[in-house]
């Protein structure tokens, strides 16, 4: 709780829709003068803070029109697979099976509307926090879903353009009343 209390500090800032182009550009890494500074750790903040008012459970900075390689996210969940938020800055995804998990998706850049994403089922990531200090781990299933929806984003890309069957797009409205696949995670 103290974790988030802090993270809850941060601005709200207003994010931005699919169609405003800062969504389809690619970020740029941070300089490694920059970890540490009172810009990045008020990025950080702000991310998260803008993320939980969402009800998201990641929220990348193009989506805030800030063209940097960074992104926060946490995973909601009993005890054991609760994972406190998180920032990665300058993430480097390695790929260890094929993207062949399919899963629902959502994005706070994209309201109202769900889809089914095939994602990788594991990666190795590799990032640094805010501070510098480097984050090397595995991740697999869910949480690696919301990584790489998350980075997609510093590359312009939306989980849209990863959709291979666009019949599945749903709003959120009709996905509650007619969803047959809810078994699915869904990352919004
Ligand atoms: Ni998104």
């Given at each position: 709780?103290?974790?988030?209390s ?21 970020a ?17 903040r ?27 996210y ?10 406190p ?49 480097p ?52 990352e919004?």
């Amino acid at each position: 709780m103290a974790l988030l209390s802090r993270a809850m500090d941060g601005r709200l800032r207003p994010i931005i829709r699919m169609g405003h182009p800062a969504l389809r550009q690619r970020a740029v890494e941070a300089a490694p003068d920059r970890f540490g500074t009172r810009m990045l750790r008020d990025l950080g903040r702000d991310l998260v803070r803008t993320m939980h008012d969402g009800n998201g459970v990641g929220l990348a900075a193009p989506q805030i029109a800030v063209g940097l390689r960074a992104f926060a996210y946490y995973l909601p969940g009993d005890d054991a697979d609760e994972l406190p938020p998180r920032v990665l800055v300058n993430p480097k995804l390695t790929f260890l099976d094929e993207p062949t998990e399919l899963g629902w998706e959502g994005c706070l850049s994209i309201p109202g509307l769900r889809g089914l994403v095939p994602r990788h089922g594991l990666i190795r990531v590799d990032a640094r926090d805010v501070d510098g200090a480097p984050l090397s781990f595995e991740a697999a299933g869910f949480h690696a879903r919301v990584i790489q929806h998350e980075y997609d984003h510093l590359d312009g890309i939306l989980f849209v353009d990863r959709m291979t069957d666009m019949s599945s797009l749903t709003f959120e409205e009709e996905w509650d009343e007619f969803g047959t696949r809810k078994d699915l995670p869904v990352e919004v």
